[in-house]
């Protein structure tokens, strides 16, 4: 009998020893269930071959096909990576409903002796899961917005808080993105259902009685979505803003965007865009600066002059609650520790 999961946090927190999907190399790529690990019991190609032989052929040859092919590359599991458990071992098993391909499975692994279960509905119930606690429930955290310029190290501070025993979540880092025009990370961005699946996980370890401190973001990162209970959520909460010079800000940038600044090319392809938007001259007084390697005058520019108008301007849409304002005049490793102690102390001040 299959286990049906009632909530995110009982799948999340199941209690079994491995949790084990079987779906293809390609369906666990995109997404999966926290924690799993994947063996396949039909590779990308035997899924394929068997799916258009259902269609095509013979639901019942595809069946006979796909079982024998479920059986082999289990048994080749068995002797394989789970050839070190013991009798007393716990696996979880699922697939992409709940059906064939992790009930075969979990059966083979019961009759050798373990105590396997497979998930009712599989990751498709997983997924519906997700949708609910994302997408349908308000969240039931206490979340703090850390708001200012582009340039304010506010990614920075969020570990700095964590060490400081503040409860945060980096938006930028599960999205893997820098949440701006020149935000692109090495590796590109995970898929959505990837980033959920990550956040979800994040957002189950969090206590629900404290505060959690989130940077201020626009309802997008890169091409990921916030899904509306995080956004309604952090549209509610109240600010803690911090501010620097635009010299200390550019300083911190030309260090945060190193990778794309060393690269010309890229760079002002990310730039051309602008015209439109600044005009012509900047644009091309930006092209001048990367011409002659002036990094730092480059980041200067480019904080005072296209991304505070733009944090202006979204300022006066959202109009938020600032709770603090709390300034720095450098964003240097001492001067951010420094700064984290006083957000860290802003944060209990804050009644929520």
Known sequence: MALSFETLGDLLNHGFDTLIDVRSPAEFAEDHVPGAINLPVLDNEERARVGTMYKQVSPFRARKIGAALV???????????????????????YCWRGGQ?????????GEIGWRAESIQGGYKRYRTLVNTALYQEPLPFKLIQLGGYTGTAKTALLPLLQDQGVQVLDLEGLARHRGSLLGDMPGGQPSQKAFETELAQQLNALDPTRPVVVEAE???????????????????????????????????????????????????????????????????????????????????????????????????????????????????????????????????????
């Open 101 to 109: 391909r992790s009930g075969s499975f979990a059966w083979m692994l």
């Open 218 to 352: 626009s309802s997008k990162i890169g091409d990921i979505n916030l899904p509306p209970s995080l956004w309604e959520a952090m549209k509610a909460a109240p600010w803690i803003e911090v501010a620097a010079p635009v010299a200390a800000r550019a300083r911190y940038l030309a260090q945060a965007y190193a990778d794309i600044l060393a690269d010309e090319q890229r760079l002002r392809a990310k730039l051309e865009p602008l015209r439109y938007h600044r005009g012509h001259a900047l644009v091309d007084h930006w092209g001048g600066l990367i011409a002659a390697g002036d990094k730092l005058a480059l980041c200067a520019s480019l904080a005072s002059d296209h991304y505070d108008p733009a944090y202006e301007r979204s300022m006066r849409a959202v109009a938020p609650t600032v709770s603090e304002r709390l300034e720095t005049q450098d964003l240097g490793a001492e001067a951010l520790s420094e700064l984290a102690g006083k957000i860290a102390k802003a944060v209990q001040r804050i009644d929520i």
């Open 71 to 93: 059986f082999r590359n289990s048994a080749a599991h068995i002797e394989g990576p789970l050839a070190h458990h013991e009798g007393s071992w716990r696996p979880l098993v």
